[in-house]
């Protein structure tokens, strides 16, 4: 029953016939239909005779109307009445003329996206200030009358968002610290300095990896679930809703993240000084032989609680990016899917690049302060 | 909440009146001049052909979209200059049913029903609970539906819990979205029959967008035909079938249109048989 395209052809009185054999369809016409056109070439008459095909499908017909068409002036075919309307169907929305597509030139087209790229980046710093402004008034108003604020979403965010997190990011810095821990050990004892291994464990983690790693993992986490939670929710016009019930969306739901993260940020960055700490204890005890107990005093005398605080205090301002810019991009969601997938991309690369950035301006500052 | 009811808006201005609106995305123009004065009680349908801006109106009335230019009134109260506390009266005396419901998808049913009632009102848990499941089993709902997240309902239930949203804080005004659509011939049937039933008990002025000739025939009292930017054409759905606009004309006498107005034929000579 399968057969797959084929055609004779023959000279008449009047031009060329053609008979068709075989299915022309789309996966079996294949190079018949080349053939037929190269055969057809030229010829002013021709009569095509399709009453011997098996299968017919609209590519089929396409390849046999093109074929046909490429030159003949009068065309004859004979076909059952099926395929006679499967033709003329065809035919018919081959003629209908399509809107015509402007084409740009490529070098048109680069200067308009450059074009466009400069204006974006204006436009979505103008947003990005629309936004924290609309944030700071629903912080204010919350601070104003608290009995308004969701607490139930905020303290079950803060569960989810937050503690959540727990177990990655205590394990991550665990083993962060017991690496710095390993790298400073060998490289120390080389000039007999093991001692110091406690001095810069401490240093790198109370100061800088527990608050990058955490950032960085709800970063990941947390900033890319806020923003693609916001952005299902305007999808799906829920936002929408609320805004005709009266409700602001970022009272509802903006806040409600923003105080979640805020509270379960530092607390976070605590546990994961605690882990990192603990890693390299691990290490220094295991390969250095220095004990808890000196490991701890070399600690408290040589590193001291300032870089502790040094490494807290940008735990509120990671916080507030983090989720300040989670929540944004989930609000600047459009009606599609590819947007939903951007803006999320977008919430954890703006997020991982701005919490770098950040620690750079602190650290420099520090640096200014003395500290 | 009562005790400031009847200052804030005029009861006996039209619930929705639409002057001179201009409405563009760029320079794309979608409304010109367009008017539209929905009387108290009527249950309006507005037809129209995809992209004359059927949704962009919705939208510009319930306040989501800036129009260019022109006024929208609601209850009298032009919206874009109204003061927060008008604009909570507004929303007090207003549902909105979206397409596709846009119920708040990490609530159960219940919860969705309730959080107009917690927004607006000061009444306890026990009494918004119980108003809860009233609305849920006005909009024919089953008594155990409330409980189900918004994701395990099915698309007739889904428009019928957010209809129950819409009505929770007994609104005037109603606004449906393509209230049928995406619904099957004998569920759409069921919920025009509800939304008729509803605005006839509850006083309900309806603005309906819709694409279904059935529902226009079966519960509309006025039809406005969005065509050429405006409203073409304002009247109950008997009189446009004689209309000579070219639009309204193939909309109506199209084959389903024909279908649809002698299958109400049919039915009314039937019911006058009986």
Known sequence: MDQPADFTLSQTAQGRAAVLSGDWTATRMEPANEKLVQALVGVREVSIDLTGIGRLDTAGAYEILKAADASARTVNYIARPEITRLLELVDRAVKAEGT???RRRSFHEFFERIGHG?????????????????????????????????????????????????????????????VVGLLGANMLRTFGAQVFVVQLIGVAVLREFNVIITA??????????????????????????????????????????????????PLLVFAATIAGLAGGLVVAWSQLGLGPTFFFSQLLTTVGPTHFWVGMSKAPVLAIIIAGIGCHQGMEVGGDVE????????????????????????????????I | MTADRADELDERAPPIEVRGLYSAFEDHIIH??????????????????????????????????????????????????????KWTAIERRWGVLFQQGALWSNLTVKENVAAPLQEHTNLGHKEISELADLKIALAGLAPGSGALKPSELSGG??????????????????????????????????????????????????FMIT????????????????????????????????????????????????????????QAAASGAN
């Open chain 1, 216 to 265: 960085v993992l709800l970063a990941g986490r947390s900033g890319s679930s806020f923003a693609a939670e916001i952005g299902a929710m305007k999808m799906n016009q829920e936002i929408d809703a609320m805004r005709v019930l009266g409700v602001d969306p970022f009272d509802a739901l903006v806040f409600p993240r923003f105080f979640a993260l805020f509270l379960a940020f």
């Open chain 1, 339 to 370: 947007s939903l997938g951007r803006k999320v991309t977008a919430s954890v690369v703006h997020a991982i690049f701005a919490t770098i950035l950040i620690d750079a301006v602190f650290a420099l500052i520090y640096m200014k302060l003395d």
């Open chain 2, 32 to 85: 010109k001049d367009l008017n539209l004065t929905i009387p108290h009680g009527d249950v309006v349908g507005v037809v129209g052909g995809s992209g004359t801006g059927k949704s962009v109106l919705l939208n510009t009335i319930i306040g989501l979209k800036r129009p260019e230019g022109g006024t929208v009134k609601i209850f009298g109260q032009d919206i874009e200059h109204a003061s927060r506390r």
């Open chain 1, 100 to 102: 015509p597509v402007v």
């Open chain 2, 157 to 206: 239930m889904i428009k019928r819990a957010g209809l129950a949203r819409a009505l929770a804080l007994d609104p005037e005004l109603l606004f449906l979205d393509e209230p049928t659509s995406g619904l099957d011939p004998i569920s759409s049937a069921a919920f025009d029959e509800l939304i008729r039933d509803l605005a006839d008990s509850l006083d309900l002025t309806v």
């Open chain 2, 211 to 266: 694409h279904d000739l059935d529902s226009l025939y079966a519960i509309t009292d006025q039809v406005a035909v969005l065509a050429d930017k405006k409203v073409v054409a304002m009247a109950p759905v008997r009189e446009l079938e004689k209309s000579d606009h070219p639009w309204i004309r193939s909309y109506f006498l199209g084959t389903r249109g024909r279908a649809s107005a002698e299958a109400r034929k049919a």
């Open chain 1, 118 to 178: 400069v204006i974006n980046v204006g436009l979505e710093a103008f947003d990005t200030m629309v936004f924290m402004g609309h944030l700071l008034v629903a912080i204010a108003r919350a601070c104003a009358n608290p009995r308004r604020v969701r607490w139930a979403a905020c303290f079950s965010l803060f569960e989810r968002a937050g503690l959540d997190a727990l177990p990655i990011v205590v394990t991550t810095t665990f083993f962060i610290g017991a």
